[in-house]
Nanobody
Framework: QVQLVESGGGLVQAGGSLRLSCAAS????????MGWYRQAPGKQRELVAA???????NYADFVKGRFTISTDNAKNTVYLQMNSLKPEDTAVYYC???????????????WGQGTQVTVSS
């Protein structure tokens, strides 16, 4: 069984910064993509940023220039540095890992439990 443990959420004032971390543990054959999604109340879950094992990154337009995704492949950990936070960034942030694991024949996705980020105005 694979577990994703997130940390780093909290309450911050507009313009402030937070750093989220997500560590994957358990039996992992390979990881293709690590990323972050968010879900605000009443809204669908949306992609924030993703990083491929080869080093490619993808950002949602609403975070470009403010958020940075990075990974530590040796530790199967993904980070999200969030700067210049806005009240509209308030949401539950979920990490996601796509890869090959013992419990599936092909690739599958695991989700973290979510961490609340609240930005006050």
């Amino acid at each position: 069984q694979v577990q994703l443990v997130e940390s780093g959420g909290g309450l911050v004032q507009a313009g402030g910064s937070l750093r989220l971390s997500c560590a994957a543990s358990g039996t992992i054959f390979s990881i293709n993509v690590m990323g972050w999604y968010r879900q605000a109340p009443g809204k669908q879950r949306e992609l924030v940023a993703a990083s491929t094992r080869g080093g490619g990154t993808n950002y949602a337009d609403f975070v470009k220039g403010r958020f940075t995704i990075s990974t530590d492949n040796a530790k199967n950990t993904v980070y999200l540095q969030m700067n210049s936070l806005k009240p509209e960034d308030t949401a539950v942030y979920y990490c996601a890992v796509d890869g090959r694991f013992p419990d599936a024949a092909g690739t599958r996705r695991y989700w973290g439990q979510g961490t609340q980020v609240t930005v006050s105005s």
